[in-house]
């Protein structure tokens, strides 16, 4: 057993809990037991030891008395090596709108893992725990296992799967949903981390794995494989028959036309067997039995109650919640009478305790409502951090063993615990680096340094142990489930996503002949029989181009503007236009990439400030981080700070997502400098980000000799004024502000580190004097614009760039509602957010009316204090709001888009958009960021106005948002809207008018050219070969019947560079698709001799009876003879106009195997001539 839980265990206050527990069991009749005296990192040790001890391979229920606690303890419980999970509250949603499943996904996933016996560690709020759910037989009857050799039927399989929640799909892209492609079935099961792909040969299972969602790629071998249902409340025929029935009656008392619209709404939803939005509030017409997660639990099982009263305070809480809701949902005539019950309440929790003998952990000892069987009481107190802090250290270490303590010192991680090591050797205390806490057995030599562990310490008194942790506080940064959890970095592998959501009516561009209107595929025969996919495309006029999908490259979607419109004018084909418009771009793209890169070569050329490598105070200031880094945080932090070592300024950009802790690298950065003995300018581009940006620097660097002050309007002009002599005298370190610091007043005494928040934001005068100003000295500019990889790619050599694509381990998806504007439901959202002692941010973008909107507000919620913010307040009113909000007195801010930057308020989790369809997808994407900022769950309501029709832009974007809530995938929330405002931020908004006029693609294109003809690259012309062998090649519809995928397929195989490329595609094919058709495989061998006939300079490739015609587009008459004589008698050069030579077949060759041999020796002889 670990050495921190072995402690915990030899005590004497262990040894009894654990011998009563033992003797009661098997008894019908057992009472809770208590025990007090606790600490933090104590109480985790002390459930940890005895899950180990009592209940390691069987279910065991914590019961806390709020999410961070729940998050806190699984972290910890991880540390140990044991298997947790948080079982959050499910939100109901009891009116029409689209909600996200996350939660209910974790939920089932739980239930399904207690049902199977695992020793599963489920720890849950009292709300989330007593929530009715599925009934246990219904989860064992709705889940199934597949192994190999099953007999299977796929239509009933489908069907089997719909019944139980999954939704079906052509491509699986999140849980709950599956895919089925002739004799594959792609499925995400909740409790898998990745899904599941069942191949069948014939009706019988031939493979079960896990595959990639990202690349849709095999990824493991399973003999069986569990799955379960996706959803928690699923309605059969029989209970939506009832709510049929209960809607209708319903209907026929309804007292308004809006209560009787919508609940048409749900009575088509019931008919028609679609998904019931509203389940929920007929949960008791759907399960007779009302059970809840307690139920799940036998009375033999171990439960903890962590804080009885607080959890009891919390399920009261929530009980009246509850009711309140209920009573509002009959009085309005949406809910059936008997329905109003959610969950089971505060009696049944007692009988459970009773009946499973729970243990009960107190810090204190406090009033309890049930009755006890014994108390228990430990000394244990908590014990100081000591990150940073190496004398107190060393000192608490000398004192405790002079007192005869056993002592264990926690590191976060391995640089951590040396460099703790080296400090306590520095100070003459023996020690000793241990990786892990398991591989000690008894304390002996010296004091032990343990890493991997990122708990609270704690001091047992009686039993003379201490643990000292240099990582507390960061538990909760790491997975629910015991270690972080691994997510795919779709970001690193970022693709634009030109063909896979290619639809018809989408505009494309094709390289040689301009924007078109793509309008399908079409399998098209030619004169010779053989068929081909071709991509029919639709230009000016009546003129339409057939591309063959074999030459799928010269096409790309269309990224722009203009496209919801309708408002791009179609190329003529044929004519001259196009050409004339791309030599335009490449003539404008040349002489920017000529600017830029003379630019970047002065910069070099530039004297600059080169930095001390990292001292001990910026490795103490980085180790008070409060939170786990992520590792594009660490890598971003390195990539600055050696370019700050370099004697040339840094020029990088910091591009990273909304929440990706951007702030805490610059902060690093701005460290570093004034370690230096420099100045630091923070330049932002909004008063309320700057204040936001003072408070963070002054509360990050405390406790260290740095002077922070802030130049904005909400400092009166004396203290401006006495800011701006300070700076020149240098006794201010860092300065943040807006505009203001360019002023022409403004005069430092040691300038060296310029930070840009959102540098697109500043007019081009402010950036004029940002040149001037930051001539010598290092920039870094912070963005929270993705960049896509292809656009980075081109720009890294002219500007140095990093990018964060991970979000922090402990923030929570933000569940989002999208919904027409809805009193009832927005007053309930307020309500539910306020009474859980949060704030709310109510966006409405008018500032003619929005006091008229803050006044409802107020009538609806008197209680509340409400303020509004907008943009055209007197700066000193403005600045008393943002710290009412700070500081939590403001309950609902009633504002513009005026937080859409960088407003930091974790406190704040509710946020509500009126006509949110009038507003940019990056917009909606930036203010969406401004809660969720915390680790508790969060919720954003994007509204659009009743009754209103939307136009196809506003439908797409809402549609978007929707997919988000789905599936969230940060960067692909706004792909268009991101992707072209990105380029215009960092290109400037006369290059962002050329990518208009070409598409973003073939932009690119052109950009990625240019930059390396300036910088002297030479780029080969490359050939395009074609090939005809009088045979099918293309993807049959019965292969692949979703024409995106089929077109994403065409896009992998027309960049076959090689026969491994060649070989990844057919393993690709064969584990997504099943076994290839002839015309595919032919398609595949096609596409690889093209790509090898291209690297020859073949410009086409016949075959005609028994021989194959090969058309050189530059004959090199040396290497011919040479193939000639490679091949004897098979070979015929004819020497012509257009020379080409043939190659005789022999019987039983295939005609790709001798194509493949001639131009493999082809190639061999032309490298060796280079």
Same mark, same amino acid.
């Given at each position: 057993m670990n050495i921190i839980l072995n402690r915990i265990s030899a005590g004497r206050e262990f040894s009894q809990i654990l011998k009563t527990r033992r003797e009661n069991k098997g008894k019908a009749k057992k009472l809770p037991s208590m025990i007090t005296g606790l600490c933090e990192g104590a109480l985790d040790a002390f459930l940890g030891a005895f899950i180990t001890e009592e209940c390691r391979d069987e279910p065991s229920l914590i019961i806390v008395q709020d999410e961070k606690s729940a998050r806190h303890i699984a972290a910890a419980l991880g540390a140990y090596g044991i298997h947790a999970t948080v079982y959050p509250a499910r939100d109901p949603v009891l009116y029409n709108m689209v909600a996200s499943h996350e939660a209910e996904y974790d939920r089932v996933s739980a239930l399904s893992e207690i049902s199977e016996g695992n020793g599963v560690v489920v720890i849950a709020t009292p709300d989330a725990a007593m929530q009715f759910t599925m009934p246990a037989d219904k989860l064992r009857a709705g889940a199934f296992t597949l192994s190999v050799g099953d007999t299977v039927d796929m239509a009933e399989l489908s069907r089997r799967l719909v019944d139980f929640g999954y939704v079906p799909c052509e491509l699986v892209d999140g849980k709950g949903r599956f895919a089925v492609r002739g004799g594959i079935a792609d499925i995400f099961s909740p409790q898998s981390e990745l899904p599941l792909r069942i191949e069948l040969f014939g009706d019988e299972v031939d493979r079960i794995g896990y595959f990639d969602i990202i690349t849709q790629r095999w990824a493991e071998n399973l003999r069986s494989a569990k799955i379960v249902p996706a959803r928690e409340i699923i309605p059969d025929a029989d209970a939506r028959g009832r709510i049929e029935s209960a809607i209708q009656r319903l209907i026929k008392k309804a007292k308004s036309d809006s209560v009787r619209s919508s609940l048409a709404g749900e009575l088509t939803a019931v008919q028609s067997g679609a998904e019931i939005l509203t389940a929920e509030k007929y949960?008791?017409?759907? *399960?007779?039995?009302?059970?809840?997660?307690?139920?799940?639990?036998?009375?033999?099982?171990? /439960?903890?109650?962590?804080?009885?009263?607080?959890?009891?305070?919390r399920l009261r809480a929530s009980l009246r919640h509850g009711e309140e809701t209920a009573k509002q949902l009959l009085e309005e005539g949406v809910m059936p009478a008997g329905c109003g019950i959610f969950m089971k309440d505060e009696a049944d929790l007692l009988?459970?305790?009773?009946? &499973?003998?729970? +243990?009960?952990?107190?810090?204190? +000892?406090?009033? *309890? $409502?049930?009755?006890?069987?014994?108390?228990?009481?430990?000394?244990?107190?908590? &014990?100081?951090?000591?990150? =940073?802090?190496?004398?107190?250290?060393?000192?608490?270490?000398?004192?405790?063993?002079?007192?005869?303590?056993?002592?264990?010192?926690?590191?976060?991680?391995?640089?951590?615990?040396?460099? &703790?090591?080296?400090?306590?050797?520095?100070?003459?205390?023996?020690? &000793?680096?241990?990786?892990?806490?398991?591989?000690?057995?008894?304390?002996?030599?010296?004091v032990p340094v343990i890493t991997a562990f990122s708990g609270a310490g704690f001091e047992i008194v009686n039993s003379k142990f201490m643990l000292l942790s240099l990582g507390e506080g960061r538990a909760e940064q790491t997975r629910t489930r015991g270690v972080r959890r691994s997510k795919a970095k779709k970001t690193a592998?970022?693709?634009? %996503?030109?063909?896979?959501?290619?639809?018809?009516?989408?505009?494309?561009?094709?390289?040689?002949?301009g924007i078109g209107k793509y309008m399908g595929l079409e399998t098209i025969r030619d004169y010779t029989g053989v068929c081909h996919d071709h991509i029919k495309i639709q230009y000016s006029g009546t003129d339409v181009l057939y591309v063959r999908c074999e030459q799928i490259e010269t096409v790309s979607k269309y990224i722009g503007a203009g496209t919801d419109e309708g408002a791009i004018k179609l190329s003529k084909l044929g004519g001259t236009e196009w050409g004339k418009t791309k030599a335009r771009v490449k003539s404008e793209v040349k002489q920017m990439a000529k600017e830029l890169i003379a630019l970047y070569a002065e910069r070099m050329r530039r004297p600059g400030f080169a930095f001390d490598p990292d001292d001990d105070m910026q490795r103490e200031f980085e180790s008070l981080f409060e939170y786990e880094e992520t590792d594009g945080q660490l890598a971003a932090a390195e990539d600055i700070k050696r370019d700050m070592e370099k004697p040339v300024p840094m020029d990088r950009l910091l591009c990273g997502d909304v929440g990706f802790g951007k702030t805490e690298?610059?902060? #690093?950065?701005?460290?570093?400098?004034?370690? =230096?003995?420099?100045? /630091?300018?923070?330049?932002?581009?909004?008063?309320?980000?700057?204040?936001?940006?003072?408070?963070?620097?002054?509360?990050?660097? #405390?406790?260290?000799?740095?002077?922070?002050?802030?130049?904005? #309007?909400?400092?009166?002009?004396?203290?401006?004024?006495?800011?701006? #002599?300070?700076?020149?005298?240098?006794?201010?370190?860092?300065?943040? =502000?807006?505009?203001?610091?360019?002023? $022409?007043?403004?005069?430092?005494?040691? %300038?060296?580190?310029?930070?840009?928040?959102?540098?697109?934001r500043f007019g081009v005068a402010h950036k004029e004097k940002l040149k001037q100003m930051a001539k010598n000295v290092d920039v870094l500019t912070l963005t929270a614009t993705p960049i896509p990889r292809t656009l980075n790619m081109a720009m890294n050599s002219i500007r140095d760039m990093s990018v964060l694509d991970e979000a922090p381990g402990d923030r929570m998806p933000v569940q989002t509602y999208v919904l027409e504007y809805d009193d009832l439901v927005i007053n309930e959202a307020i309500r539910r957010e306020l009474h859980r002692g949060g704030q709310v941010f109510y966006l409405h973008n008018r500032i003619d009316n929005i006091a008229g909107t803050a006044a409802r507000l107020k009538k609806e919620f008197p209680d509340a204090n409400i303020d509004i913010a907008h943009g055209r307040m007197e700066k000193e009113e403005l600045a008393d709001i943002w710290q009412s909000l700070v500081e939590g007195n403001t309950d609902i801010l009633v504002c513009t888009t005026i937080i859409e930057t960088g407003v930091d308020v974790p406190n704040a989790n509710t946020l509500i958009i009126e006509n949110a369809d009038t507003m940019g997808l990056s917009q909606l994407h930036q203010i969406r960021g401004r809660v969720g900022r915390s680790a508790r769950r969060a919720y954003a309501y994007f509204t659009y106005r009743q009754g209103k029709a939307l136009s196809d832009i506003s439908a797409k974007r809402l549609a978007a948002i929707r997919d988000f809530t789905e599936f969230g995938s940060g960067f692909k929330i706004a792909l268009r809207d991101l992707e072209i405002r990105g380029a215009g931020d960092i290109l400037g908004a006369r290059q962002h008018g050329h990518m208009e006029s070409v598409g973003y693609d073939m932009y690119l294109k052109i950009l990625n050219e240019a930059v390396l003809e300036e910088q002297g690259t030479v780029i080969p012309k490359k050939t395009e070969c074609t090939i005809s062998v009088g045979r099918d090649a293309y993807i049959p519809e019965s292969y692949i019947s979703s024409v995106s995928q089929r077109i994403d397929m065409y896009k992998k195989i027309a960049a076959i560079e090689n026969e491994a490329d060649a070989d990844d595609i057919a393993d690709e094919l064969l584990d997504r698709y099943g076994d290839m058709p002839q015309s595919v495989e032919t398609l595949l061998s096609a596409s690889l001799v093209r790509a090898m006939g291209s690297e020859c300079g073949i410009s086409q490739i016949d075959k005609r009876e028994n021989t194959v015609v090969f058309y050189p587009e530059q004959p090199d008459f040396l290497i011919l003879s040479q193939l000639s004589a490679a091949f004897p008698a098979r070979i015929t050069i004819m020497p012509s106009e257009r020379t080409y030579f043939t190659f005789k077949i022999r019987r039983g060759e295939t005609v790709f195997e001798i194509i493949s041999n001639l131009l493999k020796k082809y190639i061999q002889i032309k490298s060796k001539k280079e």
């Open positions: 949960l008791p017409l759907i *399960y007779e039995k009302k059970e809840c997660l307690l139920d799940y639990f036998g009375s033999e099982r171990a /439960v903890f109650i962590v804080e009885s009263s607080g959890v009891s305070d009988t459970f305790a009773e009946k &499973t003998g729970a +243990l009960i952990a107190n810090a204190f +000892l406090s009033q *309890y $409502s049930g009755r006890l069987w014994e108390i228990y009481s430990v000394h244990t107190r908590t &014990t100081s951090f000591m990150t =940073g802090n190496a004398e107190a250290l060393c000192e608490d270490i000398e004192s405790y063993t002079r007192a005869k303590y056993e002592i264990i010192i926690a590191a976060g991680s391995e640089t951590e615990a040396a460099n &703790t090591r080296d400090i306590l050797l520095d100070n003459g205390i023996s020690c &000793t680096f241990v990786p892990k806490a398991d591989d000690i057995t008894e304390l002996t030599r010296g592998k970022e693709k634009i %996503l030109s063909y896979a959501d290619l639809t018809v009516g989408d505009y494309v561009v094709h390289d040689t002949h690298v610059a902060l #690093r950065a701005a460290f570093k400098a004034v370690a =230096g003995g420099k100045q /630091v300018a923070i330049l932002v581009p909004t008063t309320i980000l700057a204040m936001q940006h003072y408070q963070t620097i002054v509360s990050r660097m #405390r406790g260290f000799p740095i002077k922070v002050s802030l130049l904005s #309007r909400f400092k009166t002009h004396a203290e401006q004024e006495a800011a701006v #002599r300070a700076l020149r005298r240098g006794d201010i370190d860092i300065v943040v =502000g807006t505009h203001r610091i360019l002023s $022409s007043d403004i005069q430092f005494r040691d %300038l060296g580190l310029v930070i840009i928040d959102e540098e697109q």
